[in-house]
């Protein structure tokens, strides 16, 4: 997934870094085609939204829950250095499609990530 984004970021001249924490244990189950899709499109929108710093993923390993000390999470997390979201529009995130502010696109391109 990041050699697929890599490009982008150098185009853009930005720093894309995974950041793979020791901890985690290789050879998890899941959907791996979902899981993929759903991180090219945070990396992606993060790539699109940040203008000059850096995009990083990180992946973690975690106890499921606190009585199940075989079951281990994976976490997934995608910092940038974008203009972010402000934190009265935040709530909008998790609700059905909404462009939160159509001038951030607009300067963007018009790339889907």
């Known amino acids: 997934m990041i050699d697929l984004l890599h490009p982008l970021a150098v185009e ?6 995974l950041e793979w924490l ?15 899709q759903v991180l090219i499109n ?3 929108n993060a790539l699109k939204f ?4 850096s995009v990083t993923v990180s992946l973690e ?3 499921g829950w606190p009585s199940d000390k075989e079951l281990e999470l994976v976490r997934f997390e995608v910092k ?17 499609f909404t462009q939160v502010d159509e001038s ?7 790339s889907a990530a």
């Open 104 to 110: 951030i696109s607009r300067g963007q391109g018009d």
């Open 22 to 36: 020791p901890a985690l244990r290789p050879g998890r189950e899941g959907d791996q085609k979902k899981v993929r």
């Open 80 to 96: 940038d250095t974008g203009v972010g979201i402000a934190e009265d529009q935040q709530q909008q995130l998790f609700e059905a």
């Open 50 to 53: 940040t203008d000059s710093g």
């Open 12 to 17: 853009k001249g930005l720093s894309l870094q």
């Open 61 to 63: 390993g975690q106890l």
């Open 42 to 44: 945070l990396v992606g």
